[in-house]
């Protein structure tokens, strides 16, 4: 549609080039005649500058006969708007102002040239080239062909149609064009409309503000209607682009609305939206649009619905009817800035007619207000009007005896931007004034002068425009020249007596700091559902913490299904896609929505296992102290000084200690628990074993020397000798340890191997072979000790110990080998649990084998204890 448009302008400006060409060609060289003339409403007033303005005044235009068999006559508009006039007047009494103000383009003085535009293009388009080439009949050209052009800048044009195909033309002539009404986002390109700028915000900042407050109540799932026009295509598609980035939700539907009145275009549209599950309806159209889709909808009975109004009508008065506000009702609009013009009303209550010149086109507007106020005509009226009984106007009527809009300056928006947009070209034009020659924006630093200013120097001065308008609003443009954008929000509030007022509820700007940003006071909406809160409009429930999204296939996004997260991850925010990892140390609570730090497991003081194991350590301890005390206190006597005394305390002493150190494997891992735990295990028992390898040794030894010729092996084993063997077959433990702890020492780890939910404190060995080598040292010499008691097995009974070795060996050889492949497969603290429990069985063991017969001679047979006894016993047998 653009290309075609941009090429019938183009072509349209050339036609208009060539025919004034020829024409000047046919008269004299130094004049050229204007062939024909536009009639069009306008106002005039004389300045040294003069400003251009293209209003809609009237809503219709009535076209000629086009057959071309006579000359075509003018076209007309009819259908007075006077909101339209009041823009007028509005810019007339910025004039006005500007021209009072000493200190704003000081003795200077300011003229305008304001148009209607009939809310046609091609009016519009004409009062444009009108505005450009001036209405003069003949010109006279002079040698150096200099000057200004009859206007330096244009406030205008209220659509953006109009605004598209004018600004395309004066850009290639880099005239300024300030619009007040003109919101489609495609103006804001800078290399197809370089001179266009406007004080309203446009179509983008919109469709961000109605994006914010779709995020505030949060609704997420909301249909669209648009206008079939530039407006409305622009406005889709920076929804859909702006609201995909945004995340904040997405379109049940999107349907355009026909121009005309098209009764199964309506209706499909409706069944569309009731078959939706969006609640929130968001339209970029305009009054006559909606005013036909309303009447389907009115048929159709749908109520229950959130409408969203853009500024084309938020402020609609034909809407706000009793028959329809039971569906419009409560709706949310954004609207136009709402400023105050302090002076206005009392200027428009100036206005007057002008008699003398009521006929004439450029001077029948106000009359033509005056006509539709008073509903009289002037003179001489129509045949058809006195025939009627119709009034004569006087020009003496009184405004303020009439109800009218005209008046009603409580509620200016698009009049309010009429007025920044003239001051934003006088401030530009004060600042041509103030430039100071050598120190200019232009070559060679000269500046612009009133009387030869091109308009493409205005340009210049108004993108650097900055003031602020007595209400505190400041005006600027932004590269793009777009103002500062911001919004009202309102609210169609149904009174109980069946009038409709609309109420400012917030505003949506971008500020300086905090970027965009929406007010709003919800306290104050009027909401028209039977709940009276805001509807819920939504196209999947969020998914609650713990579980994540899936889409639905060949859905919008917004359509999903909420699936639990897998053990160990969680989300903690609402409709994500994935779930998050938990840390090592920490797992997913039972609602997958939180980390949680892991159970530890370790074989502990507290659990029943734990306890047992602590009392049995201890319990063992005890035994060996108690024995250690009867062998203390009957140490004289023959049972316990057989067979070396000294051995007995010594190994009941490192019984004790293999006691002992069973209570390092219990509790939580640490460095120096876990470096001594195998330590104090290896030393202990190689203790015991040594002691108990010396005594197999010595009962040998006694009983060869027993022999003829055997008394030399006495002298091997003697005291120091055992407790020298002894030394050494426990310090070869020690350097074993040593070498251990110093190669590859063991360390406390956390395992998280073993379960997912629980982190199982361990001691790892470090070096396997370390640990290897010391338990095959304890089994070695536990084997030789076996091997020389069963050797001597069949001595004398009275002082052979050799078959409690045998069987306390077996008992220790049984729990060690049984052990091995029980530790290996068992996880966690039952490995502590069985390494403890073998250790704890082997000390029994080995405490109950050797010492439980003659603990039980020395208190219960006593008289068995005798050097008498024990040797008859052995003569006997």
Same mark, same amino acid.
């Given at each position: 549609?653009?290309?075609?448009?941009?090429?019938?302008?183009?072509?349209?400006?050339?036609?208009?080039?060539?025919?004034?060409?020829?024409?000047?060609?046919?008269?004299?060289?130094?004049?050229?005649?204007?062939?024909?003339?536009?009639?069009?409403?306008?106002?005039?007033?004389?300045?040294?500058?003069?400003?251009?303005?293209?209003?809609?005044?009237?809503?219709?235009?009535?076209?000629?006969?086009?057959?071309?068999?006579?000359?075509?006559?003018?076209?007309?508009?009819?259908?007075?708007?006077?909101?339209?006039?009041?823009?007028?007047?509005?810019?007339?009494?910025?004039?006005?102002?500007?021209?009072?103000?000493?200190?704003?383009?000081?003795?200077?003085?300011? %003229?305008?040239?304001?148009?209607?535009?009939?809310?046609?293009?091609?009016?519009?388009?004409?009062?444009?080239?009108?505005?450009?080439?001036?209405?003069?009949?003949?010109?006279?050209?002079?040698?150096?062909?200099?000057?200004?052009?009859?206007?330096? %800048?244009?406030?205008?044009?209220?659509?953006?149609?109009?605004?598209?195909?004018?600004?395309?033309?004066?850009?290639?002539?880099?005239?300024?064009?300030?619009?007040?009404?003109?919101?489609?986002?495609?103006?804001?390109?800078?290399?197809?409309?370089?001179?266009?700028?406007?004080?309203?915000?446009?179509?983008?900042?919109?469709?961000?503000?109605?994006?914010?407050?779709?995020?505030?109540?949060?609704?997420?799932?909301?249909?669209?209607?648009?206008?079939?026009?530039?407006?409305?295509?622009?406005?889709?598609?920076?929804?859909?682009?702006?609201?995909?980035?945004?995340?904040?939700?997405?379109?049940?539907?999107?349907?355009?609305?026909?121009?005309?009145?098209?009764?199964?275009?309506?209706?499909?549209?409706?069944?569309?939206?009731?078959?939706?599950?969006?609640?929130?309806?968001?339209?970029?159209?305009?009054?006559?649009?909606?005013?036909?889709?309303?009447?389907?909808?009115?048929?159709?009975?749908?109520?229950?619905?959130?409408?969203?109004?853009?500024?084309?009508?938020?402020?609609?008065?034909?809407?706000?009817?009793?028959?329809?506000?039971?569906?419009?009702?409560?709706?949310?609009?954004?609207?136009?800035?709402?400023?105050?013009?302090?002076?206005?009303?009392?200027?428009?209550?100036?206005?007057?007619?002008?008699?003398?010149?009521?006929?004439?086109?450029?001077?029948?507007?106000?009359?033509?207000?005056?006509?539709?106020?008073?509903?009289?005509?002037?003179?001489?009226?129509?045949?058809?009007?006195?025939?009627?009984?119709?009034?004569?106007?006087?020009?003496?009527?009184?405004?303020?005896?009439?109800?009218?809009?005209?008046?009603?300056?409580?509620?200016?928006?698009?009049?309010?931007?009429?007025?920044?947009?003239?001051?934003?070209?006088?401030?530009?034009?004060?600042?041509?004034?103030?430039?100071?020659?050598?120190?200019?924006?232009?070559?060679?630093?000269?500046?612009?002068?009133?009387?030869?200013?091109?308009?493409?120097?205005?340009?210049?001065?108004?993108?650097?425009?900055?003031?602020?308008?007595?209400?505190?609003?400041?005006?600027?443009?932004?590269?793009?020249?777009?103002?500062?954008?911001?919004?009202?929000?309102?609210?169609?509030?149904?009174?109980?007596?069946?009038?409709?007022?609309?109420?400012?509820?917030?505003?949506?700007?971008?500020?300086?700091?905090?970027?965009?940003?929406?007010?709003?006071?919800?306290?104050?909406?009027?909401?028209?559902?039977?709940?009276?809160?805001?509807?819920?409009?939504?196209?999947?429930?969020?998914?609650?913490?713990?579980?994540?999204?899936?889409?639905?296939?060949?859905?919008?996004?917004?359509?999903?299904?909420?699936?639990?997260?897998?053990?160990?991850?969680?989300?903690?925010?609402?409709?994500?896609?994935?779930?998050?990892?938990?840390?090592?140390?920490?797992?997913?609570?039972?609602?997958?929505?939180?980390?949680?730090?892991?159970?530890?497991?370790?074989?502990?003081?507290?659990?029943?296992?734990?306890?047992?194991?602590?009392?049995?350590?201890?319990?063992?301890?005890?035994?060996?102290?108690?024995?250690?005390?009867?062998?203390?206190?009957?140490?004289?006597?023959?049972?316990?000084?057989?067979?070396?005394?000294?051995?007995?305390?010594?190994?009941?002493?490192?019984?004790?200690?293999?006691?002992?150190?069973?209570?390092?494997?219990? %509790?939580?891992?640490?460095?120096?628990?876990?470096?001594?735990?195998?330590?104090?295990?290896?030393?202990?028992?190689?203790?015991?074993?040594?002691?108990?390898?010396?005594?197999?040794?010595?009962?040998?030894?006694?009983?060869?020397?027993?022999?003829?010729?055997?008394?030399?092996?006495?002298?091997?084993?003697?005291?120091?000798?055992?407790?020298?063997?002894?030394?050494?077959?426990?310090?070869?433990?020690?350097?074993?340890?040593?070498?251990?702890?110093?190669?590859?020492?063991?360390?406390?780890?956390?395992?998280?191997?073993?379960?997912?939910?629980?982190?199982?404190?361990?001691?790892?060995?470090?070096?396997?072979?370390?640990?290897?080598?010391?338990?095959?040292?304890?089994?070695?010499?536990?084997?030789?000790?076996?091997?020389?008691?069963?050797?001597?097995?069949?001595?004398?009974?009275?002082?052979?110990?050799?078959?409690?070795?045998?069987?306390?060996?077996?008992?220790?050889?049984?729990?060690?080998?049984?052990?091995?492949?029980?530790?290996?497969?068992?996880?966690?603290?039952?490995?502590?649990?069985?390494?403890?429990?073998?250790?704890?069985?082997?000390?029994?063991?080995?405490?109950?084998?050797?010492?439980?017969?003659?603990?039980?001679?020395?208190?219960?047979?006593?008289?068995?204890?005798?050097?008498?006894?024990?040797?008859?016993?052995?003569?006997?047998?």
């Amino acid at each position: 549609m653009w290309p075609i448009l941009h090429t019938s302008l183009l072509m349209l400006v050339l036609f208009e080039y060539a025919f004034s060409s020829t024409a000047s060609s046919s008269h004299f060289s130094s004049t050229c005649e204007l062939q024909g003339q536009f009639h069009l409403n306008g106002m005039h007033k004389a300045g040294d500058v003069v400003l251009g303005g293209l209003f809609q005044i009237h809503f219709f235009t009535t076209f000629p006969d086009l057959s071309f068999t006579s000359k075509p006559q003018q076209l007309t508009c009819n259908g007075f708007d006077v909101l339209g006039f009041r823009q007028v007047q509005t810019m007339t009494f910025a004039i006005d102002e500007i021209n009072r103000n000493v200190n704003l383009l000081p003795n200077v003085t300011l %003229g305008y040239s304001l148009f209607d535009n009939c809310l046609t293009l091609g009016v519009g388009f004409r009062a444009a080239l009108a505005l450009l080439n001036g209405q003069e009949e003949q010109i006279t050209l002079n040698k150096t062909c200099v000057g200004s052009p009859p206007i330096v %800048g244009i406030v205008g044009d209220s659509s953006s149609r109009s605004s598209i195909a004018i600004s395309s033309v004066l850009g290639l002539y880099r005239v300024p064009m300030v619009s007040y009404f003109a919101t489609c986002s495609c103006l804001s390109d800078r290399q197809k409309f370089p001179s266009f700028f406007r004080t309203i915000p446009s179509d983008a900042f919109q469709v961000r503000a109605m994006i914010q407050i779709l995020k505030h109540f949060g609704w997420t799932w909301a249909g669209l209607l648009i206008s079939d026009d530039d407006y409305g295509l622009n406005a889709a598609r920076s929804f859909q682009t702006d609201l995909s980035l945004s995340g904040a939700g997405c379109l049940a539907y999107l349907e355009v609305l026909p121009w005309e009145k098209d009764t199964t275009e309506l209706k499909r549209i409706v069944d569309v939206m009731k078959k939706s599950t969006a609640r929130v309806v968001i339209v970029f159209a305009h009054e006559n649009q909606i005013i036909n889709f309303m009447e389907e909808v009115v048929r159709q009975n749908m109520t229950g619905l959130q409408w969203m109004a853009s500024e084309a009508w938020t402020a609609s008065a034909v809407l706000q009817t009793p028959h329809l506000m039971p569906y419009l009702g409560g709706t949310l609009g954004i609207a136009i800035r709402q400023g105050e013009i302090p002076g206005l009303k009392d200027f428009l209550l100036q206005t007057r007619p002008d008699l003398l010149h009521n006929n004439s086109y450029e001077n029948s507007i106000v009359n033509q207000f005056w006509e539709f106020t008073f509903q009289c005509r002037f003179a001489p009226p129509s045949l058809d009007w006195v025939e009627a009984g119709g009034t004569l106007c006087t020009g003496e009527e009184d405004l303020e005896a009439v109800e009218t809009e005209f008046l009603d300056v409580s509620n200016l928006r698009a009049d309010y931007n009429v007025y920044k947009a003239v001051y934003a070209l006088a401030y530009a034009l004060n600042d041509v004034l103030r430039c100071e020659q050598g120190r200019g924006p232009f070559s060679e630093h000269t500046c612009a002068t009133l009387q030869t200013l091109q308009p493409w120097q205005l340009v210049y001065y108004l993108e650097k425009v900055n003031f602020t308008t007595s209400f505190g609003d400041r005006v600027s443009f932004d590269a793009k020249g777009d103002a500062l954008p911001i919004y009202d929000v309102m609210n169609w509030l149904w009174l109980p007596d069946g009038r409709t007022e609309i109420q400012n509820v917030g505003e949506v700007k971008i500020s300086e700091f905090k970027g965009e940003e929406l007010i709003i006071d919800e306290d104050k909406i009027f909401w028209n559902l039977e709940s009276k809160k805001p509807p819920h409009s939504v196209c999947s429930e969020n998914c609650l913490p713990g579980t994540r999204m899936v889409r639905r296939k060949g859905e919008p996004e917004c359509c999903f299904d909420c699936i639990p997260c897998s053990e160990g991850k969680i989300i903690n925010i609402t409709n994500s896609l994935e779930c998050i990892s938990c840390p090592e140390d920490f797992w997913s609570s039972p609602q997958r929505d939180y980390c949680v730090p892991k159970k530890t497991e370790f074989l502990s003081y507290q659990e029943p296992l734990g306890i047992c194991l602590t009392a049995a350590s201890l319990l063992g301890t005890c035994i060996c102290a108690v024995v250690l005390g009867i062998f203390t206190y009957h140490r004289r006597t023959p049972i316990v000084r057989a067979n070396n005394s000294e051995l007995s305390f010594q190994l009941l002493v490192s019984l004790k200690l293999c006691f002992l150190c069973s209570l390092l494997f219990i %509790g939580r891992p640490r460095l120096w628990t876990c470096q001594l735990r195998h330590a104090a295990f290896g030393i202990s028992f190689v203790l015991c074993v040594s002691c108990i390898l010396v005594k197999t040794m010595v009962v040998l030894a006694v009983f060869k020397s027993s022999k003829p010729g055997g008394g030399a092996n006495l002298k091997w084993f003697g005291a120091m000798q055992q407790r020298g063997t002894v030394l050494v077959l426990t310090s070869i433990q020690a350097a074993i340890c040593t070498a251990w702890l110093v190669s590859s020492s063991p360390t406390p780890f956390k395992n998280t191997q073993y379960y997912d939910d629980k982190i199982v404190y361990e001691c790892v060995v470090g070096s396997t072979i370390g640990f290897a080598v010391l338990l095959g040292y304890i089994g070695l010499l536990a084997l030789l000790s076996f091997l020389l008691a069963f050797m001597g097995r069949n001595l004398p009974d009275n002082f052979n110990e050799a078959k409690l070795i045998i069987f306390s060996m077996l008992i220790f050889c049984a729990v060690w080998v049984a052990f091995v492949p029980v530790y290996i497969s068992s996880p966690g603290k039952y490995a502590d649990a069985v390494e403890v429990f073998a250790i704890l069985a082997s000390s029994f063991g080995l405490l109950l084998a050797l010492f439980g017969p003659k603990c039980y001679i020395i208190l219960l047979r006593p008289e068995r204890n005798t050097k008498k006894a024990i040797m008859g016993r052995g003569i006997k047998s």
